[in-house]
Nanobody, 121 residues
Framework: VQLQASGGGLVQAGGSLRISCAAS????????MGWFRQAPGKEREFVAF????????YYADSVKGRFTISRDNTKNTVYLQMNSLKPEDTAVYYC???????????????WGQGTQVTVSS
């Protein structure tokens, strides 16, 4: 499966942004989908994942209550709605597939190319 992330951009602190990740192929609904982010000079960090059906979601503490992950299996797309954005949310955001619930990058297989999110103070 190939992943294409989009929707990043520049937003002021306190603002909102929704990023998307479109997948090719017919097996999208068979994967757990995750979002990660990586800021300059830092390691890749788990953000959230959603189960194959989308009924179960899990978030990093740093984004809980502000970010919402969702998916539309009819469109082969996973979304990340980001509200109350902070400057520390600035990073390249990546989507990825996994075959089980996981928060470690090593557990994810296919990765998108990333989309830049910049939050100004």
């Amino acid at each position: 499966v190939q992943l294409q992330a989009s929707g990043g951009g520049l937003v002021q602190a306190g603002g909102s942004l929704r990023i998307s990740c479109a997948a090719s192929g017919r097996t999208f609904s068979s994967y757990t989908m995750g979002w990660f982010r990586q800021a300059p000079g830092k390691e890749r960090e788990f953000v959230a994942f959603t189960s194959r059906s989308g009924l179960y979601t899990y978030y990093a503490d740093s984004v809980k209550g502000r970010f919402t992950i969702s998916r539309d299996n009819t469109k082969n797309t996973v979304y990340l709605q980001m509200n109350s954005l902070k400057p520390e949310d600035t990073a390249v955001y990546y989507c990825a597939t996994a075959t089980s619930f996981a928060t470690r990058p090593e557990s994810y297989e296919n990765w998108g190319q990333g989309t830049q999110v910049t939050v100004s103070s």
